[in-house]
């Protein structure tokens, strides 16, 4: 009789995209974050809101790898994060752009192992994707700041990872354009099934831009709400902020 395989419980393909088992987070003795227990399965739009200094920002780095957990284990696909990797990829408030390089020279930056084939076929790709065809060649001066934000989204998709980590991306953005680009996010999850963790301190956006919504307390940040979305709802909602936006521009 074959003897089962001693690995099978720890399967990646049966392990959440990421997952936080009783992490905390300490700066300078002072209790930021936890502890926390979350899974996010793969394919999941979680929305993070909370008040400042709840420890939002702080959840984020450590699931990005840029700080690691005082105590307890973050795990992306099963496996321990130990830094930044290309499975996980990162866009901020401000769009942080290469301001010396194009919309098509940022967005190739985490190319450069492709070949230049290859590379020059993923950039049309996500330049259609976003939106940006006509605004290759530009530098981040000479965008607006919808569509840096969008430039900022297309280089983090770029090395097509599992998991996009977006920090408050649209908080610098006036309400027009933020309602925008709040449909073409949900566009961009559909269409390449990556699962996000989407932070924000917007009640609306929170509850009803992803699948499922967590708010957090603190400091120290502790759950203090985990939600699934009504897909009701958030249609409802939607068709009300397209219909505004129309008749705004009406
Ligand atoms: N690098 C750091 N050094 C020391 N303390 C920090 C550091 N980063 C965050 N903190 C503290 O940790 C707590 C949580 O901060 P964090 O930035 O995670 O909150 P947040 O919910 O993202 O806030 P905001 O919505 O204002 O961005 C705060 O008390 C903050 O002062």
Redesign the pocket.
């Known amino acids: 009789m074959p003897s089962p395989d001693p690995g099978d419980d720890e399967t990646p393909a049966h392990s959440p995209a990421i997952e936080l088992r009783a992490v905390t ?1 300490v ?2 003795d ?1 209790p ?2 936890g502890p926390i227990d979350l899974a996010i399965p793969a394919g999941e739009f979680l929305t993070v809101v ?12 450590l699931v990005a790898g840029f ?1 690691p957990p005082t105590a307890g284990t973050v795990l992306a696909d099963g496996a321990p994060v130990r830094g930044p990797g290309p499975s996980r990829g990162v866009v901020f408030q401000q769009p942080r752009l290469f301001p010396w390089l194009s919309v098509s020279g940022n967005i190739a930056f985490g190319l450069r192992r492709l070949p230049k084939a290859a590379r020059k076929e993923r950039v049309a790709e996500l330049l259609a994707m976003t939106g940006l065809e006509n605004a290759a060649r530009l530098k981040p001066y000479e965008l607006s700041g919808g569509m840096r934000q969008r430039a900022a989204i297309a280089r983090a998709l770029a090395p097509r990872p599992k998991v996009l980590l977006m ?2 991306p649209f908080g610098a953005l006036d309400a027009f354009t933020r309602e925008r680009m709040q449909e073409e996010i949900r566009d961009l999850w559909r269409s390449t099934g990556v699962t996000v963790l989407f ?1 924000t ?1 917007d009640v609306t956006e929170a509850s009803t831009l992803g699948t499922r919504v967590i708010a ?1 307390a ?4 502790r759950i203090s709400l985990d939600a699934r979305v009504s897909e009701g709802l958030r249609e409802k909602v939607e068709a009300a902020i397209r219909d505004a936006a129309s008749a705004r521009a009406a």
């Open positions: 987070r700066y300078r002072r930021a974050l909370g008040p400042s200094g709840c420890g939002k920002s702080t959840l984020l780095s700080a920090d408050e932070i301190h957090l603190g400091p120290p940040g």
